[in-house]
C-alpha cells in the first residue's frame, strides 16, 4: 500500500522543470569539481636514523644505552636552486638540534648520516645532555614560505622534558624569517585579543600561556598556530592554540607571498629505514 504513496512523493520532488534544474546544478557541481585544479605538491624524503648513545654521567647506573631517533626531511626538487639552500639550511640546523653545540655541528657538516650519528654518540656535551630525541617535522608550504616544527625530547630524573619550537623558512632570500616580521605592526593589540577570545575560558583561564611571537606558526594567510613545551601541572588544554579571522590576514605585508598552498607529501621511494642517500649540508 506505501508503493503508490512514495511513488507519488518521488513524483512531486522531481517533477519538471525542478527536476531537470536540480540535476542540472547537480552535474555543474561534479564538473566543476572534476575541472577544479588540483595543488601544487612538493615532495619531501625522510632522512637521519636510530641510534645508541651513553647516559650521561647523573644516570651512570643505567648500563643499557639510550636510543636517541634523529630525523629530518629532505625536499626532492633537487633541481630548483631555492630548495637546494633550503636542504642545505634544514641539514645544519638538524646537526644543531641534535648536538646542541655550534662548533659540534660545524664539525659534522661534511658528514653523511650514519657518521653523524656515530660522532653524535662520542661528544660529551651530546652525551650528557641526555637527547633521545631530534626530529625537524615539515608543517606547511605557503607560497615563497616553507615552516618546520622542530621537536627535540631530553630524559630526565623525573620525567622526560619535551621542546617545540616553529620555524619559518623564505624561500626568496633563502634564509631563516621571524614570523613576525611578515606582519604590520599590531598597534591595537588585535591579534592578542583574538588570542584571548578564541583559547581562554573560565573552565581553561591558561594564565601560563598568551600570545606570543615565538611560539607562532602561519597557518595560512588568517590564521596563526602556537605550540608550547609541556610543562607538569599546566591544564593540557592550553598548549596548542590559535588565532583565525580576517584581522591575520589584514596585517599581513604581502598576502600574496602565501600563495599558493602547496600540498606536502612524503616522496614514494624511500628505503624501509626511512634514510636517504648522503645530503649536501654545505
Same mark, same amino acid.
Given at each position: 500500500?506505501?508503493?503508490?504513496? $512514495?511513488? #507519488?512523493?518521488?513524483?512531486?520532488? +522531481?517533477?519538471? %522543470?525542478? +527536476?531537470?534544474? =536540480?540535476?542540472?546544478?547537480?552535474?555543474? =557541481?561534479?564538473?566543476?569539481?572534476?575541472? =577544479?585544479?588540483?595543488?601544487?605538491?612538493?615532495?619531501?624524503?625522510?632522512?637521519?636514523?636510530?641510534?645508541?648513545?651513553?647516559?650521561?654521567?647523573?644516570?651512570? @647506573?643505567?648500563?643499557? /644505552?639510550?636510543?636517541?631517533?634523529?630525523?629530518? %626531511?629532505?625536499?626532492?626538487?633537487?633541481?630548483?636552486?631555492?630548495?637546494?639552500?633550503?636542504?642545505?639550511?634544514?641539514?645544519?640546523?638538524?646537526?644543531? #638540534?641534535?648536538? !646542541?653545540?655550534?662548533?659540534?655541528?660545524?664539525?659534522?657538516?661534511?658528514?653523511?648520516?650514519?657518521?653523524?650519528?656515530?660522532?653524535?654518540?662520542?661528544?660529551?656535551? *651530546?652525551?650528557?645532555?641526555?637527547?633521545?630525541?631530534?626530529?625537524?617535522?615539515?608543517?606547511?608550504?605557503?607560497?615563497?614560505?616553507?615552516? *618546520?616544527?622542530?621537536?627535540?625530547?631530553?630524559? !630526565?630524573?623525573?620525567? /622526560?622534558?619535551?621542546?617545540?619550537?616553529?620555524?619559518?623558512?623564505?624561500?626568496?632570500?633563502?634564509?631563516? $624569517?621571524?614570523?613576525?616580521?611578515?606582519?604590520?605592526?599590531?598597534?591595537?593589540?588585535?591579534?592578542?585579543? #583574538?588570542?584571548?577570545?578564541?583559547?581562554?575560558?573560565?573552565?581553561?583561564? +591558561?594564565?601560563?600561556?598568551?600570545?606570543?611571537?615565538?611560539?607562532?606558526?602561519?597557518?595560512?594567510?588568517?590564521? #596563526?598556530?602556537?605550540?608550547?613545551?609541556?610543562?607538569?601541572?599546566?591544564?593540557?588544554? +592550553?598548549?596548542?592554540?590559535?588565532?583565525?579571522?580576517?584581522?591575520?590576514?589584514?596585517?599581513?605585508?604581502? %598576502?600574496?607571498?602565501?600563495?599558493?598552498?602547496? @600540498?606536502?607529501? %612524503?616522496?614514494? $621511494?624511500?628505503?624501509?629505514? !626511512?634514510?636517504?642517500?648522503?645530503?649536501?649540508?654545505?
Amino acid at each position: 500500500m506505501m508503493r503508490p504513496a $512514495r511513488v #507519488l512523493w518521488l513524483a512531486l520532488a +522531481c517533477a519538471p %522543470p525542478a +527536476c531537470g534544474l =536540480a540535476q542540472d546544478a547537480a552535474s555543474a =557541481a561534479r564538473a566543476a569539481a572534476a575541472a =577544479a585544479p588540483a595543488r601544487p605538491v612538493v615532495h619531501y624524503r625522510t632522512a637521519g636514523g636510530v641510534f645508541s648513545a651513553p647516559h650521561a654521567s647523573w644516570d651512570a @647506573d643505567n648500563q643499557a /644505552p639510550r636510543q636517541v631517533e634523529w630525523r629530518y %626531511p629532505v625536499f626532492t626538487d633537487t633541481s630548483d636552486r631555492a630548495t637546494v639552500k633550503l636542504n642545505a639550511w634544514i641539514g645544519r640546523e638538524s646537526l644543531k #638540534l641534535l648536538l !646542541g653545540d655550534d662548533e659540534a655541528a660545524d664539525a659534522a657538516m661534511r658528514l653523511d648520516d650514519p657518521q653523524v650519528m656515530a660522532f653524535a654518540a662520542r661528544q660529551p656535551v *651530546f652525551i650528557e645532555s641526555e637527547l633521545d630525541q631530534a626530529e625537524i617535522q615539515v608543517a606547511l608550504a605557503l607560497g615563497i614560505y616553507r615552516t *618546520f616544527t622542530f621537536y627535540s625530547e631530553v630524559e !630526565g630524573i623525573a620525567h /622526560p622534558a619535551h621542546i617545540v619550537t616553529p620555524h619559518l623558512y623564505d624561500l626568496r632570500r633563502g634564509e631563516e $624569517r621571524r614570523v613576525q616580521d611578515l606582519f604590520a605592526d599590531d598597534d591595537d593589540g588585535e591579534l592578542p585579543d #583574538l588570542y584571548d577570545q578564541q583559547n581562554k575560558s573560565d573552565a581553561h583561564p +591558561c594564565e601560563q600561556y598568551g600570545f606570543d611571537w615565538r611560539n607562532a606558526a602561519l597557518g595560512g594567510r588568517d590564521a #596563526l598556530h602556537f605550540e608550547y613545551p609541556y610543562q607538569p601541572g599546566w591544564d593540557v588544554e +592550553c598548549e596548542n592554540a590559535s588565532v583565525i579571522g580576517p584581522q591575520v590576514a589584514r596585517l599581513l605585508k604581502s %598576502p600574496r607571498d602565501l600563495e599558493p598552498i602547496y @600540498d606536502v607529501l %612524503p616522496a614514494q $621511494r624511500q628505503d624501509s629505514r !626511512g634514510t636517504t642517500p648522503p645530503v649536501r649540508r654545505m
